[in-house]
């Protein structure tokens, strides 16, 4: 069987021009699962977790960088797996001005406990890493600062009552609150991924956990309120 051939590729908006920005690396991580996280007109972060289907033979996958649009790359190692820690999957990535990038990991091979780490020099080195409470429940990341940190949890399928919830954290991970949090159904097995978290600059963020309901902030991530969709 032929492998899929994958590439990263950019267009204007608007314009059905495409070009090749890199190839991804080889089959060692998931290609499908890649996340690709912008800041500004010309930094692209790309990280390529672990393909277990492999035998996880790159652990914590690929990070690679660009701060010319996507001329040019270097590759990282994973911030999961540095530091001292010897097992970790990543799970998210989120960017801010002044380069700051921050990663959500989950600790492996039990995948109960999840942990972040923060870069302020775009990816050349980070801080140590900082636990997130819960049990490993979440996967959406934003960041609008190196001290400012936001996961939130987010369940595309299924069926019965599920607790969302949307934490944060002032302090660069030291310690974190519940910012946001509902109990609701479900969305179903054929229901499309609704999920979202990010901001538009410092103050105005959104947040979808629940398929019914938009939470939004406008000052900074400190209070939420709710809207129905």
Partial sequence: MTPCTCSVDAAPIGSTEWRTLIDPPDN????DSAILVTQGPDTIYAAFPSNPAQGVVRPGGQFLISHNGGATWSRIGSPCREGGITQGM??????APAQVLAVLCLESPSQLSEYVRVS???????GPPRGVPGSGSFSQLAVTSGSSLFVGNAVSGGSGAYGYQLMGSFNGGLSWSTLAAQTAALPGPDA?????????????????GGASS?????????SWSESAF
């Avoid at 990543?90 to 960017?95: C, E, K, P």
């Avoid at 302020?120 to 980070?126: A, H, K, L, R």
């Avoid at 938009?214 to 400190?222: A, V």
């Fill in 192 to 208: 499309a991924p609704s999920d979202f978290l990010g901001f538009e600059g410092a103050t105005h963020g959104r947040w979808i």
């Fill in 214 to 222: 938009l939470w939004t902030t406008s000052d900074g991530g400190r």
């Fill in 90 to 95: 990543t799970i998210n990535v989120a960017a």
């Fill in 28 to 31: 060692q991580v998931n290609h």
């Fill in 120 to 126: 302020t020099d775009g990816g050349v080195t980070f």
